[in-house]
T-cell receptor, first 116, second 115 residues
Framework: AQKITQTQPGMFVQEKEAVTLDCTYD???????LFWYKQPSSGEMIFLIY??????QNATEGRYSLNFQKARKSANLVISASQLGDSAMYFC?????????????FGTGTRLTIIP | DTGVSQNPRHKITKRGQNVTFRCDPI?????LYWYRQTLGQGPEFLTY????????KSRLLSDRFSAERPKGSFSTLEIQRTEQGDSAMYLC?????????????FGSGTQLSVL
């Protein structure tokens, strides 16, 4: 069974600074995908970034990048130049790539607060 | 692309009552998912449809829970004889294809409170 661990329940960061949100995962499968989602107070989960287990380059999407260290089984999210609108819950998730598996397993999340 | 729509946004019910939630996915998406999120936790997978076929169900989905997706369009999630432990946010998501890096588009959820 797969598991996602997010050890930072909450983080406070000054506006315009970079922030790293930690995520470690556990699986014995070799093929999987890792996701980060943002959940503002409105409740909707918003996709941020994806990294496949066989991708050699770290994924980037605008101000978001994923620091993927496969040997350490970590997939940390880096947000550069943080903005007030980045204040939200952030969830790391994993999906195994075996045929027919559609289940995303989420961590418990990190609440990020950006301070003006 | 009008996004995933869920109704109602909030539902308060008494223990023992039945409740039904509706999800309208993005129109061209053939995959639809239900997740449940309790306070302080990440979403947990409940069930998944490809078109009208329910292909996967979590063990979290007890016999009191039933989900349907007639005609492969909108979906309903019904909880019978609600219990206080059913209080949670019920999230619906859709996608156009499965597996790999396919991202899910989520709705804003239905917040259920069982008194």
């Amino acid at each position: 069974a797969q598991k996602i661990t997010q050890t930072q329940p909450g983080m406070f960061v000054q506006e315009k600074e970079a922030v790293t949100l930690d995520c470690t995962y556990d699986t014995s499968d070799q093929s999987y995908g890792l996701f980060w989602y943002k959940q503002p107070s409105s409740g909707e989960m918003i996709f941020l970034i994806y990294q496949g287990s066989y991708d050699e380059q770290n994924a980037t999407e605008g101000r978001y990048s994923l620091n993927f260290q496969k040997a350490r089984k970590s997939a940390n999210l880096v947000i550069s130049a943080s903005q007030l609108g980045d204040s939200a819950m952030y969830f790391c998730a994993m999906r195994l790539s075996n045929f027919g598996n559609e289940k995303l397993t989420f961590g418990t999340g990190t609440r990020l607060t950006i301070i003006p | 692309d009008t996004g995933v729509s869920q109704n109602p946004r909030h539902k308060i019910t008494k223990r023992g009552q039945n409740v039904t939630f509706r999800c309208d996915p993005i129109s061209e998406h053939n995959r639809l998912y239900w997740y449940r999120q309790t306070l302080g936790q990440g979403p947990e997978f409940l069930t998944y449809f490809q078109n009208e076929a329910q292909l996967e169900k979590s063990r979290l989905l007890s016999d009191r829970f039933s989900a349907e997706r007639p005609k492969g369009s909108f979906s309903t999630l019904e909880i019978q004889r609600t219990e206080q432990g059913d209080s949670a946010m019920y999230l619906c998501a859709s996608s156009s294809r499965g597996g790999g890096g396919e991202k899910l588009f989520f709705g804003s959820g239905t917040q259920l409170s069982v008194l």
